[in-house]
């Protein structure tokens, strides 16, 4: 057969011609005639141990409509907030403290100025913060340049397990505040970004300039985390989005293989263990009272209430259905198929719920 009589001719310079399509634009459609499940409900309550609705515009009650609508019991709001931008926040929330918790900042006011003297005022503060209904800190953050997430003033050029910081971290275990940190970012941002980067789009939007000066890479951060983990093993710690480790698992298995204090959310992660669905799947087995489930919404002017209904029917779609190769373009950036991991009842109850109670109730 000549293939040549049935092949169309080159496309040459029209719009859609696939040698003009750029990656940013490509938006893959499955073909495949597979079941789709649709999950608008959670099939157990949960508890989203990863939020930071902490825009006072926002109107509490739709965002408790929208749990309500999507069997969401509670919401951990990570706030970064310290003195007056916390105490706006309890108000703000005041009237559904049942439906929300909420976790503080840490104060660094002053940390840079060469007298240590900060951390006694930062200690007071978290425990006034605690005094105001603070349940835990975070969520903490160091991409490579230092602690930058908490409010008012980031900490730049402030590592996690710079001795500075061990007061804070001992007076969260005497109050048992767990602590949720965000180390890093997905390897693929640290990565060239060049055709070999298969997570590229996603990780150009969020690309990690290694020419920061004093920039930690991927595995120096991870060290610094490893190490408050095991200087306070009084106080308990969360490595949020998988400690940021999605590209290989076995470091979050040995992680909390050697620290009894460490729990894991899987908050923003979907895409990256969707397109692994048998790693993922056991690895959600093997680890059913470690893992936390959380979203990373944000409800602001953003991430708005429809944006926030479809990432929890996708989120839960993933969690429970068995679905092939489908895309979520809308949600991920990323270019993959996913896939669901359809974990038993047994594990998504843990997941969703009871280990987030068993933490929240130390």
Excluded at 49 to 66: I, K
Excluded at 323 to 333: A, L, M, N, Q, V
Excluded at 347 to 352: A, N, S
Aim: charged residues 25%; proline residues 5%; aromatic residues 14%.
């Amino acid at each position: 057969m000549d293939l040549e009589k049935v092949k169309p001719k080159p496309f040459e310079n029209a719009a859609l011609s696939p040698e003009n399509i750029r990656l940013n634009d490509y938006r893959p459609v499955s073909i495949f005639n597979i079941p789709q499940t649709d999950v608008r409900r959670a099939s157990f309550p949960v508890i989203d141990m990863h939020t930071h609705a902490w825009q006072l515009q926002l109107d509490v009650s739709q965002w408790v409509s929208r749990m309500d609508a999507a069997n969401i019991e509670k919401s951990v709001v990570l706030t970064f907030e310290t003195g007056a931008g916390f105490d706006a926040v309890v108000q703000q929330y005041a009237k559904y403290a049942d439906r929300f918790d909420l976790w503080c900042g840490f104060d660094y006011t002053g940390y840079d100025q060469g007298d240590d003297s900060w951390t006694d005022h930062a200690v007071a503060e978290l425990e006034r913060c605690y005094r105001m209904g603070a349940k835990g800190v975070g969520e903490l953050g160091d991409k490579g340049v230092g602690e930058f997430y908490s409010r008012p003033v980031a900490g730049y050029g402030l590592h996690l397990d710079d001795p500075r910081m061990k007061p804070l971290f001992r007076k969260c275990g005497e109050l048992k505040m767990p602590v949720n940190i965000h180390i890093a970012d997905p390897m693929w941002m640290y990565l060239p970004m060049d055709a070999q980067n298969d997570g590229l789009m996603n990780a150009y939007e969020w690309r990690i300039d290694p020419a920061q000066p004093g920039l930690l890479d991927h595995g120096a951060l991870l060290q610094t985390f490893e190490n408050v983990v095991r200087n306070h093993p009084e106080t308990m710690f969360i490595a949020c989005h998988f400690a940021n480790c999605t590209y290989d698992l076995n470091i979050v298995a040995r992680l909390l293989d050697t620290y009894p204090n460490l729990y894991v959310d899987n908050a923003a992660r979907f895409a990256e263990t969707a397109t692994i669905p048998r790693v993922a799947k056991a690895f959600y087995e093997r680890y059913q009272d470690r893992l936390l489930f959380g979203t990373d919404l944000g409800y602001d002017l953003e991430m708005n209430m429809e944006y926030a209904a479809k990432f929890y029917q996708v989120a839960f779609r993933i969690m429970e259905s068995t679905d092939d190769h489908f895309y979520e373009h809308g949600i991920f950036t990323y270019h993959w198929p996913l896939y669901g991991l359809g974990l038993s009842p047994q594990v998504l109850e843990k997941i969703y719920r009871l280990n987030a109670l068993k933490l929240l109730q130390q």
